[in-house]
């Protein structure tokens, strides 16, 4: 069993930045990042390897966010810059210890564990 706690969401002004943060409870392979707005489904946001080595980002928010990891600290954290207010959402960490694989790491499906998400508002 792997526990996992966000921190760092709050309310940031359209064109500011925020990180994110998640803390693992034990070692784990690939983490990701997802999010979801009101009404809407919970979408991928970006991911990265087990070892840090590869990471992988949707669309959305390519360019304008960092996915970084500190594997001896068991902490993933995501840097947002340029917020805009779509990304105003719940943001869940996820992690897999049962999947050694990079394959499928946008989907929900690949992640055995999650966090209970933390809150990031963008005003306009």
């Known amino acids: 069993q792997v526990q996992l706690v966000e921190s760092g969401g709050g309310l940031v002004q359209a064109g500011g930045s925020l990180r994110v943060s998640c803390a693992a409870s034990?070692?784990?392979?690939?983490m990701g990042w997802f999010r979801q707005a009101p009404r809407k489904e919970r979408e991928f946001v970006a991911a990265i390897s087990a070892s840090g080595g590869s990471t992988y980002y949707a669309d959305s928010v390519k360019g304008r966010s960092t996915i970084s990891r500190d594997n001896a600290k068991n902490t993933m954290h995501l840097q947002m810059n340029s917020l805009k207010p779509e990304d105003t959402a719940v943001y869940y960490c996820?992690?897999?210890?049962?999947?050694?694989?990079?394959?499928?790491?946008?989907?929900?499906?690949?992640?055995?564990?999650w966090g209970q998400g933390t809150q990031v508002t963008v005003s306009s």
């Open positions: 034990g070692r784990t392979y690939a």
């Open positions: 996820a992690a897999t210890t049962s999947d050694s694989s990079w394959y499928g790491a946008s989907r929900v499906g690949k992640y055995d564990y």
